[in-house]
């Protein structure tokens, strides 16, 4: 598994939604690749976000106050992302024999601006295509294709930026007639990763694995 971490294609959030994922991964029997790509450049100072980024957030924001599902255009960091995303998958492929690793499950899990990138990578060249995407609070990227490989989603009916995208994903994924899980949890706000905060989002890895399971993608321990 390829974990992207999220972070706004400004910045990422290399442990909690990179490290921490992996390791749990790791624990369950999962070859686990942390994927470091690039983003928009950030300046000198770090707390300075830049503009760009900013207006890509004013979007966000005011697209999730109106309650119209609509997609959000690509963030200015998208496309690099994606490549590095690209180059991630064919590199794990040509050394899946050395790695252990069965070439032909080989998935990414992506949280926020890296479930963005996973849609992107489920939904782009057939050669490069993932085996299967979990796709944690990203959005919606279009058109998907019939034969777009199974998808795993999951997010909270509470998140502050994207209330509407997992049901967007889902009804995407099905409407083209690929196979997709819906998980939309009551709550847990944007960002809930691994912390326990007492509600059911808390368990959405364990549904991950089940799923990974059901699907033949991981043997069952």
């Known amino acids: ?10 910045g990422l959030g290399y442990d909690t939604g990179g490290t921490a ?18 983003t928009i450049r950030s300046g000198d100072d770090a707390r300075q976000l830049p503009a760009v980024h900013m207006k890509e957030m004013e979007n966000l924001m005011a697209r999730a106050t109106t ?4 997609q959000i255009p690509p963030f ?4 690099h992302a994606v490549e590095d995303g ?10 899946a024999l050395k790695w252990g690793i069965d070439p032909r499950r ?25 085996d299967f995407v979990a796709v944690m609070y990203g959005g919606l990227r279009t058109p998907v294709p019939a034969d777009a490989p199974p998808a795993f989603i999951a997010a909270a009916a509470d998140d502050e930026y994207q209330p509407h995208d997992p049901i967007m994903l889902y009804n995407a994924w099905r409407q083209a007639g690929a196979s997709a899980e819906l998980h939309v949890y009551e709550r ?3 960002g809930f990763g691994l912390k326990s905060k007492g509600v059911t989002s808390d368990h959405w890895f364990e549904e ?8 033949g993608f991981i043997m069952v321990l």
């Open 188 to 190: 847990g706000g944007h």
């Open 208 to 215: 991950l694995i089940w799923w990974m399971q059901s699907r």
């Open 1 to 10: 598994m390829i974990v992207a971490p999220g972070g706004g294609f400004v």
């Open 21 to 38: 994922v992996a390791r749990r991964l790791a624990q369950r029997g999962v070859t686990a690749l942390v994927l470091k790509y690039r």
């Open 67 to 70: 309650g119209i599902p609509v």
């Open 106 to 130: 080989v998935g990414v899990i992506g949280f926020s601006a890296g479930g963005f990138l996973a849609v992107d990578l489920a939904i782009g060249d057939k050669s490069s295509r993932p």
């Open 86 to 95: 690209v180059r991630a998958l064919q590199i794990v492929r040509q050394r």
């Open 76 to 79: 200015a960091g998208e496309p």
